[in-house]
């Protein structure tokens, strides 16, 4: 169960879009329409910004939005502003839904 | 509104056990799975183990596979975590989150609880 590979930080200015990858194997990201992504600030629970590759909760701003090709997921913020600064985490399944793993984390940084 | 609520964290020395509770409100709680989920000082996330909404199957991840043991009482809305033979690298944040309704993702979490192994 190898963690998924982020890179550990990017930035971008307001108003800018940045993108955020997440690379796995055919046995996670590859396998499964399973990936999600989740926004954590310093000290808070995660929270749920997109699910199953690219869909968005009720809630969650159309700047943010996600994407697959083979074992890379991707996650686009648009339009960046000062609240975007947070680790952003990526997950998959590993089985079909049962078991799971998460990336390592990416720190945005918004200059 | 969806409400869950972590407690029982604190210290324990190494090899000793604690069981964490996860407290759920505002939704009905006996149809969906629940998962663990812990994160390190410092550190990312680590998917800990997960429990179908029913209790009739459980997950976990390889490093605490024999040694923790998650169950739920659905007539109490409660999620729990029995942890046993600690180690200091379960030093963590532990956070209950619901298993999503209808898709695949971790969409409600709690606040967590701190679990510190130090002798």
């Known amino acids: 169960q190898s963690a998924l590979t982020q890179p550990a930080s990017v930035s971008g200015s307001p108003g800018q879009s940045i993108t955020i990858s997440c690379t796995g194997t055919?046995?996670?990201?590859?396998?499964?329409?399973?990936v999600s992504w989740y926004q954590q600030y310093s000290g808070k629970a995660p929270k749920l910004m997109i699910h199953?590759?690219?869909n968005r909760p009720s809630g969650v701003s159309n700047r943010f939005s996600g994407s697959k090709s083979g074992n890379t997921a991707s996650l686009t913020i648009s339009g960046l502003q000062a609240e975007d600064e947070a680790d952003y985490y990526c997950?998959?399944?590993?089985?079909?839904?049962?078991?799971?793993?998460f990336g390592g984390g990416t720190k945005l940084t918004v200059l | 509104q969806v409400h869950l609520v972590e407690s029982g964290g604190g210290v324990v020395q190494p090899g000793g056990s604690l069981r964490l509770s996860c407290g759920a409100s505002g939704f009905t709680f006996n149809t969906y799975g629940m998962h663990w989920v812990r994160q390190a000082p410092g550190k990312g996330l680590e998917w800990v183990a997960l429990i179908r909404y029913d209790g009739s199957n459980e997950y976990y991840a390889d490093s605490v596979k024999g040694r923790f043991t998650i169950s739920r009482d659905n007539s109490k809305n409660t999620l729990y975590l029995q942890m046993n033979s600690l180690r200091g690298e379960d030093t963590a944040v532990y956070y209950c989150?619901?298993?999503?309704?209808?898709?695949?993702?971790?969409?409600?979490w709690g606040q967590g609880t701190l679990v510190t192994v130090s002798s």
């Open positions: 055919s046995s996670d990201v590859g396998g499964y329409n399973y």
């Open positions: 997950s998959s399944s590993i089985s079909s839904g049962t078991n799971w793993v």
């Open positions: 199953d590759v690219s």
């Open positions: 989150a619901r298993r999503g309704g209808g898709y695949h993702a971790f969409d409600y």
